[in-house]
């Protein structure tokens, strides 16, 4: 299902990391023109898109990356555990930053990647909702907290429309058995944001990123009003895995914990 209309501009951040880069082109159809920042290289514009480096952390920059944007996809910031110093930055003062640039310029829809690593230490023998209290296992897992928060705030108080997608694992495949339970394909999250910029009323509803697998432990019920079916399994690939991956013992994090090896990650220091 597409969109039924073109956005002007939608913006992406991040767009050189590994979500960015695989959705850039896939996404090229939401609007007429696609905005793609970074601190990385991005290489080339396309002839629709147009290129914007960004640091998130300096808030002129970012309200100037906003302007003139009807939609965001929020792919900005670390992407996993990291030093104090750096989640703040880019996924603390970065999502502030955004947040409020979106509040002065027109309020464009958000599609916001938080990540399964916000309700880590909930346990794979337990199915949870969208209505759990968040169990982050890692300084990562909180900024992504706080981000989803920062949605909340905006939504309630100016009416900013954010969907939080609490991103499983969103690779070509699955590399790990762990996984099977956490992937999201490329397709599917490419018609999850398809409809968060189609349907009428948004809100700020938290969705679970991840595909239609056999082994789960996400329930995304509660957001059925969203109208996303996602299409792909994992257990295509479980045979695979069976004879490439050798399994974890049944103590290790991997098996016990949804947020697998990041709840027994140190703290990362300087």
């Known amino acids: 299902m597409h969109p039924t209309s073109k956005m002007n501009r939608l913006l992406i951040t991040g767009a050189a990391g590994g979500l960015g880069h695989a959705l850039r082109s896939r996404l090229s159809h939401l609007a007429h023109t696609i ?77 916001f990647a938080s990540s399964n690593h916000a309700v880590g230490f909930y346990r794979q023998d337990q199915v949870i ?7 982050p296992d890692g300084l990562y897992g909180v900024s992504k907290v706080f981000g989803e928060m920062m949605a909340s705030a905006y939504w309630n108080k100016f009416g900013q429309e954010t969907a939080v997608v609490r ?6 495949e699955p590399k790990t058995h762990r996984m099977l339970s956490s992937w999201m394909s490329y397709g599917d999250f490419v018609s999850l944001i398809e409809r968060v910029f189609d349907v009428p009323r948004l809100g700020c509803p938290v969705i679970y990123g991840v595909s239609d697998n056999d082994t789960v432990w996400w329930d995304n019920t509660k957001v059925a009003w969203l109208g996303w079916r996602p299409q792909d399994n994992s257990e295509t690939f479980r045979a695979k895995l069976d004879a490439s991956e050798a399994k974890f013992p049944g103590d290790a994090p991997d098996v016990v914990y949804q947020g697998g090896s990041f709840t027994a990650d140190g703290i990362h220091e300087k």
């Open 129 to 135: 909702d969208n209505t759990v209290y968040p169990q």
């Open 35 to 111: 905005r793609l920042s970074d601190v990385a290289d991005l290489g080339d514009a396309a002839p629709h898109e147009e290129i914007v480096p960004c640091d998130l952390a300096d808030k002129a920059a970012v309200d100037a990356l906003v302007e003139g944007c009807d939609g965001i996809v929020h792919f900005g910031g670390k992407s996993i555990e990291g030093t104090w110093e750096v989640i703040r930055d880019s996924n603390i003062e970065g999502v502030y930053n955004l947040y409020e640039a979106a509040r002065k310029h027109g309020h464009p829809r958000i599609v």
């Open 167 to 172: 991103i499983g694992s969103s690779f070509d």
